[in-house]
Structure formats: C-alpha cells, structure tokens
C-alpha cells in the first residue's frame, strides 16, 4: 500500500497540525487519502457518527481529507489513568486498564496486530495513507512496543518526513541524534526534513538549513515560521483543540445516551461553544438539572424507547419538562417524543407499539422505505428567516394533529415544531446545530433563562467555519513546504 509517515525529533514537533495540511493538501489533488495513527495518548477524543471513540486530531484531519472520521484510524486510544496507567480503547470501544508495563508488553503482539490489520484495511480502500507518529521517532528503548513510530514506516515502507520543533532550542542536534540512533534501514526512509516554529533571521536559517542538508544528506523541505498560522496559538491551532468540558459553563445541554445512539456529529458544534459542556447521560444516570436535555437520534427507535421508558430515564425527561426545562427530540428521539412509536412489520427487529413520552400530539409508524436525502430550509424558530441546511435521515411516517399550541420550526412543517412556549422541539433534521445563527438563537434562548448576556448571532456556519481554518493552514503549507520529493 501506498503511504507517507509523518514523525518528529520531540513530542509537539508539529506533526498532528502538518499531517492535517498534507491530507487536505493531496485531497486537493485528488487523492483518497486517510490519515492514521496507530496509537495515541489523549483526553480530546471524538465520538464518530456510530459513537466509537478516537482522538480528535485524527478526525480532523478525516475532515481536512474530505472523508468521515472512523476508529480505524486511530485504533488504539489510550487515556492516561493516573501516572503509570492507561484505560485502552480499541477501535473505539474501551476496554481495560493496564500499567504501563503490561500496556509496553501489550503492545508487542496484540497491539500490534490491531494495528496491522486497520493498516490493511484502510490500505484497501483508500489511494495513500499519511500515517502520523507519536513523541520522538527514536526512542529506542520502546522500540519493541512502538505502535506509531518507525514500526508503522518500515512495515508500510513508506517515506518519511521528519519534523522539528526549534523553538525549543538545540534543533540540529535533535535532528542529528535521531538519525543516529535510527536503524539503517529506518534511517533510509526519512526523505526529508522540516524545521518548525522557526525564529532566527534569513541568514542563520540558510545556515542550519544547508549545515543541516550537508551533514545528514537529507533535504530540508521546508522551514515553518514561529508566527506563521500553522504554529500559532490563534485559529489554526485551535483546531486540534477541544474545549472540552468548561471549568464553569454558562449552559450545560444534556444529550440521553440511548443504548444505540446515532449521530454525535450533531453534537460537535455544540461541543465547539467555549460556554457549553455537552453532557452525554446514560440511562443508569441521573439526569440532575441542566439547561437543556437532547434525546438524539437511534438505530433502533423502539427498542431504545422500551430501554428508556423501562430505566425510569422516561418519567425523568417528563418530571424535567413539566418543571420548565428544554427537551429537543432529534429523528428517532423526535419520534419518541409522541405518542407512540409503532412497528408492525418488525422492520427494527422489534414487532409492536410502544408509549412515547407524549410531549408532542404525534404518532409513528415505522415503515420500510428510509427517507435520506439533503435538505436547505429556512427557520420560523427560534427566529424567522434563518437558513439551515442538515440531511434528513430516518424511517417511518409521523402524523401530528392539528393544534395551535405547535408551530413549525421550518417552512417545510413535516420537518419539525415546537410548541408555544419553546420548551418542546423536534425535528427529522440531523446537522441543525451546524447553522452558527440557529444555533446560538437557540442557545440565547437558554441563556436567557438564566440571565445570561445574549451571544452574537452573526457568525459563519460550523463546518464552514472549520473548513475555512483548514484551507487557510493548507494554503500556507502548500507555500513553504515542498513535498515532492517524498511523493517522487
């Protein structure tokens, strides 16, 4: 298979924000890339549309290359448990807690032919892999147990760029010393070098740049300024950043954790507000007092009604609305939101009807033929004329009786309603939150409730936004960075 590997002298060399560019970079080109990174060490992880957990950073960088994120590529996540633990999450899925010593012996065989087999599956389906590594590419007492580094490069046989950071001082030795401490045949594939976050004046960078190409016999192929947006703290950066969960947030939006919950994406830009925690709750939790509970969308609409009205989750929901909360149903959890939910033909697996929460006048049938397609609506709620775009995915026919206390919150009313006083919304549209104007009109509306200062309305739309972020980065890259010779 066909791959570019992305290693660094020192942990934070730059190799995440860089192999984000590559990917966008050669997707430009019309490459099918995929990103990979066979094992990572963070606490920002992304839940994928089916709810498997990986880093953020590779989803991003699925982002830059114009594909879904997946847990093959980044099949082993490991979150720090203290100093000297990991919990390990296999292809998004966790599954124990090791020491560091038994995660290094782990590693060896099992790790490894989990990371293996995602190598050739990704292989199979994609043009070329841009494989990021992780900390230094040459440490060598690990090298037995290395998931991401020179491992993941001579199994692929793949050419390799090799990044430091000379903000931290002593770059050419950083560099000389990992190439010493390289294995002949690993020291081969490194075809090219980059100096980051670079400070000095022309002069002296032309001086470590040919001091550097003399010694080594490798090509330097680009040197990144300090300032330059691809290492600065502003924008650019912020993308590998999560905000996770504030310290004190001014809004918390609780979304139910169904046991087969489906589209977390639509989470994400609500995750990337600065003042909200989104808060997933499962049904064996209590859903305590937040400013807003989300029931998502489901793979198994009836069977994950049955799971919450018999976990009590239901009669929390009801408890919390009648006492003046917000409940948004989206897809399957706007169908639960009625008056039931039926399946007839077992179309789900499950025959039969069962009791919705009866917040909405709706019924469902769930029927065979599934409703996909691209939507652009404009709103009537929370504020007339918005535009919104999303997809509407779902199965099954909802019929909602003729009342004033509903409106529509589309022109299109088969999309959605709310009732009069906007404690009760539901809608078939995934990706509502991606609208910035929807979706801070919605948010101030809580805000409000609690006597918070309104937010600005007037921004870009979520992935727009982040789209812009990437193509700024990329474009910048693409004019100090010359990778044609590790694609020769």
Not at 405 to 423: H, R
Request: hydrophobic share 40%; glycine share 10%; with cysteine.
């Amino acid at each position: 298979m066909k791959a570019l590997t992305v290693l660094g002298t020192t942990s934070e060399a730059g190799k995440s924000i860089i192999t984000t560019a590559l990917c966008r970079l050669l997707s430009r080109q019309g490459v099918r890339i995929s990103p990979f990174k066979g094992a990572s060490v963070s606490l920002q992880s992304y839940l994928t549309e089916i709810g498997g957990e990986m880093s953020y950073a590779q989803a991003l960088q699925a982002w830059a290359a114009g594909i879904a994120p997946a847990v093959e590529m980044n099949p082993l996540l490991l979150r720090p448990k203290g100093d000297s633990a990991y919990q390990i999450i296999v292809k998004g899925v966790i599954m124990e807690t090791l020491s560091m010593n038994e995660f290094h012996h782990w590693a060896e065989r099992e790790g490894w032919e989990i990371v293996r087999q995602c190598l050739e599956q990704l292989g199979g389906e994609f043009d070329l892999l841009i494989c990021e590594g992780a900390g230094s590419a040459a440490e060598v007492h690990l090298r037995t147990s290395d998931l991401a580094n020179m491992r993941v490069a001579r199994y692929l046989n793949s050419p390799t760029l090799l990044l430091v950071d000379s903000e931290r001082g002593g770059a050419l030795a950083h560099v000389v010393g990992t190439l010493e401490l390289l294995e002949p045949i690993e020291r081969a594939l490194v075809r090219g070098i980059v100096i980051n976050k670079w400070r000095g004046p022309q002069a002296i960078r032309q001086g470590a740049v040919s001091w550097l190409e003399d010694r080594t016999g490798i090509p330097v192929l680009g040197v990144i300024p300090w300032d330059a947006i691809a290492c600065s703290h502003q924008g650019t950066l912020n993308l590998l950043k999560r905000h996770g969960k504030p310290t004190a947030p001014e809004v918390t939006v609780a979304v139910i954790r169904l046991p087969h919950l489906t589209g977390f994406s639509d989470f994400d830009p609500l995750d990337a507000e600065p003042t909200v925690r989104v808060k997933y709750v499962s049904l064996k939790q209590s859903l305590g007092y937040p400013d807003a509970v989300i029931v998502p969308g489901s793979r198994t609409t009836l069977a994950d009604l049955e799971a919450l009205r018999e976990s009590g989750m239901a009669q929390e929901i009801l408890d919390y609305q009648a006492a003046g909360g917000t409940v948004l149903g989206i897809a399957g959890g706007f169908q639960m939101l009625g008056e039931f939910v039926a399946d007839p033909e077992g179309v789900e697996g499950m025959e039969g009807r069962i009791s919705g929460l009866s917040l909405l006048p709706m019924t469902t049938v769930i029927t065979q033929q599934k409703v996909a397609r691209q939507r652009s609506v404009t709103s009537t709620y929370p504020h007339m004329g918005l535009h919104v775009t999303g997809y509407e995915l779902h199965r099954g026919r909802s019929k909602l009786a003729e009342t004033d206390a509903f409106q529509p919150l589309f022109e299109d009313a088969k999309l959605g309603v709310v009732d009069s006083y906007q404690s009760v919304w539901g809608t078939y549209l995934h990706g509502i939150f991606d609208s910035g104007p929807w979706r801070r009109t919605w948010l101030n509306r809580l805000r409000q409730q609690r006597g918070l200062k309104a937010l600005p309305t007037g921004i870009p739309n979520y992935r727009e936004q982040r789209d812009t972020l990437l193509e700024n980065l990329t474009d910048f890259v693409e004019q100090t960075l010359d990778i044609s010779p590790l694609l020769q």
